[in-house]
């Protein structure tokens, strides 16, 4: 397993007390989106872009395309907005041709990670695409074998991390137990949360209950030396993904993860307006385990998820948050400890 | 396989219209319910027992359990409302003697339901217990294997019916085929849907998408007979579960259903009070496929719960809702057609 090539993908500058304060100017983040990923790209794609500006005009924005793509659209922006955007043109490579075109947008904005002409990738593409790009050219944290596409949820009693949600279906044991030191190293840096708590999501806190997979992690979980002083707390229901009483971080395959994310976020936004009870979910997610700061949104993405997502990817490069991470994994730890 | 009996399991009245008209005195239901079963029982079952009474003074309890357990709580009931309570004393079996003991409740309640003591059960006990005395007791529908556990949602379109919510865990495709006929029946039956939707849940939409299990389903669904004029629309997603707007029957393995579930049951119960955006969902499951009515109570059930479920029973035997499910499943179908 080889080290993955931290210092060319966050090289933004790394400080040690997370987030600037707040009469300092934040650092300028240079994020690249694909215009070509989701349902309603490039148009969601170009109005995220203004969105996330205006919230935030320390933004350098590529958007990552063919021209052609963005021209009609671009020239309905006002010039001064547009004059804000930057454009990577991406010519149809050999690969492109061959493969589907959409994933051409999403290769090209990781590509501009990897050779540091932007701090991170954003995109609402399909996450097989996603991932294969992320592996091919970002490479992976040491003892990563899959990545984990990363939430984190509002509750009650906090932020909550909710892993996999979409990379790692038809998973295994050992990669649910390095999902669960990701999301550990995740609600330490991200999240400021100390001594995290574990959770393993299952059907019933009885021993023996849920299926075979869930079946073979306890002993594992509770044998596994976990980051930032994370314990196991133990098995944990749907209910307690809401609540957030019991776990910080909460351990599932992407199968299950995608849909109860789905469908939380769907039933927070739908029950009243914000403020009145409704949250609000930031329709976005970080892919772990990735050599670089990549962020997947929604293949039905609207303009403000993209804006959240892109907000989500310049916060993160700015607290230089995957080499904090990678820097709590032990490197020697093979997935399989324990 | 040979037929259930379902004559003497579900002997009220048959009715071709459904509920009794408004000025009609609801029909007698002989509930038995569970003593032993729940985190709380038998404490929470004597108050859901006295609470579902306010609402139905029609009903006839039968509470099922050793009479120690009981007489506790009972001494403390006025005598008014305590002498409204049946008692099915349950002495120790010997079977129950080397079993868990908490399981001798819910064997009792079911075997009154198969000799004609009960119309229907109700427990919240651990599940499996329940499938396994059902399947003993009561026996199967013709071509099932595995039973559903079987949920209705609220959503903003209508009742909408999950399925499975936790019995069937670690399943395959001809067990999902199968409870999508269930769930289509249902939804005919007991939501008086005419032709419903069936959807398969999955994550993504597009062809290929989901694990393993979810990608070889879409040609049986296309290809089954699903009763009622029911009909496949297709993958569906976290998100639909929530609005409603694309399927009237969701079907889904029981690990994922049951998160599912659990978390949305729990996020609308949270975001503020019923009327103003929170919604109210009935915290008790059908078990379908059994030879009977028998409704399901989460294991961390409250008195209101367990009173939900009574009254859910109740409704499903005025209905003679098993019968008639029964009826809309072809007795030569086999699980594997298609």
Known sequence: MTRPIIGRVAPGPRRTTGSPAPDQEPATARIAVDLLGGDHA???????????????????????????????????????????????????????QKQDQTGAGVRAAVRAVATGQ????????????????????????????????????????GRLVLLDVGSSVDTDPDTLLMHARL??????????????????????????????????????LEAAHLPAGARYVGLIEGNDVVTGERADVVVTDGFTGNILL????????????????????????????????????????????L??????????HRRAAVAAMVDLIPHNEVSHDG
Chains 1, 2 share one sequence.
């Open 118 to 157: 932007a701090d991170a990738a954003v995109s609402a593409g399909n996450t097989i695409d996603i991932v294969l790009s992320a592996a091919r050219t970002l490479g992976r944290w040491p003892g990563v074998r899959r990545f984990a596409l990363t939430a984190a949820l509002p509750t009650a009693a």
């Open 262 to 305: 789905k469908g939380l976020e769907t039933a927070y936004s739908r029950l009243g307006p914000p403020g009145r009870g409704a949250l609000e979910v930031p329709r976005a997610a970080l892919l772990l385990g990735v050599g670089g700061t990549v962020v997947v949104c929604h293949g039905a993405a609207s303009g403000p998820d």
């Open 183 to 220: 999301g550990a190293a995740y609600a330490a840096v991200v999240h400021e949360v100390a001594e995290p708590r574990v959770g393993l999501l299952t059907i019933g806190t009885e021993k023996g209950k849920g299926d075979r997979l869930r079946r073979a992690l306890p002993p594992l």
């Open 307 to 316: 804006a959240a997502g892109i907000a989500l990817a310049a916060h993160l």
């Open 42 to 96: 490039p148009a969601v794609v170009v109005d995220g872009a203004l969105r996330a500006f205006q919230d935030d005009p320390s933004l350098h924005l590529l958007l990552v395309g063919p021209p052609e793509a963005a021209d009609p659209i671009l020239a309905a922006v006002d010039p001064v907005e547009r004059a804000r955007l930057g454009m990577l043109s991406v010519p149809a490579s050999v690969e492109d």
